[in-house]
């Protein structure tokens, strides 16, 4: 049973201490890619707050994909917003219905991120955008993923040079850039 399923309401409080200016510099990432209009996916989006908030600044649809329904059920009901109940190894929506894809913190926590990638690229449009937060496997975040580990996750953070590789295998070039001691991005265009 994952971890997730009981903590929702500490995920959806700790996402609410994230501010317009702290998501706008995720937009303007994901602007090239996303018109306003255009529809996002946040994968591994839990209850919502992070991907609205990304969506808002680009002024998209953003459709909220995760497995676990108890982050699901948090969503708030907003227009512009739909949430999907999905693997992201196996996503329910046909090829090249995204604009951009984003992914906030979740990537270590996918079962097969080879086959993640590959069903990113296949739902994400040609020229479309994708962009993977996540941390890289050093120091104390190594103990974290011992943890997540011991809890029945997966917890398999990738280096900045893996996550490029892996992205680049399944046609998504782009780059890995520290953004804060150990965090850093990956913003890539789909081939």
């Known amino acids: 049973m994952s971890i997730f399923r009981w903590t929702a309401p ?3 409080w700790a996402a609410r201490g994230r501010t317009e200016d702290d998501l706008r ?3 303007e990432m994901l602007r090239p890619y996303v018109p306003p209009g255009g529809v996002l996916a946040d994968l591994g989006g839990g209850t919502g707050e992070i991907g609205i908030g990304v969506a808002r600044a680009l002024e998209a649809r953003v459709v909220i994909v ?6 699901l059920q948090r969503v708030p009901a907003e227009p512009l ?3 999907r109940l999905a693997s992201v190894e196996a996503l329910p929506f046909p090829a090249g219905y995204f604009d951009g894809a984003f992914c906030c913190d979740a990537f270590h926590h996918f079962h097969d991120q080879d086959r993640a990638v590959h069903e ?6 040609p020229g479309g955008g994708v962009l993977v937060l996540d941390a890289e496997p050093t120091g104390l975040n ?9 809890l029945g996750e997966p917890g398999a953070m990738r280096s900045r040079a893996r ?8 046609g998504v070039e782009g780059t890995a ?13 789909v081939r």
């Open 10 to 12: 500490l995920m959806q």
């Open 25 to 27: 510099p995720l937009a």
């Open 66 to 71: 995760d497995p676990i329904s108890q982050m």
């Open 81 to 83: 917003v739909s949430v």
């Open 120 to 125: 990113i690229a296949r739902v994400v449009r």
């Open 142 to 150: 190594r103990g974290v993923n011992a943890v997540e580990r011991l």
């Open 163 to 170: 996550i490029e590789a892996l992205m680049s295998a399944h």
């Open 177 to 189: 850039t520290i953004t804060h001691g150990s965090r850093y991005s990956f913003l890539g265009s």
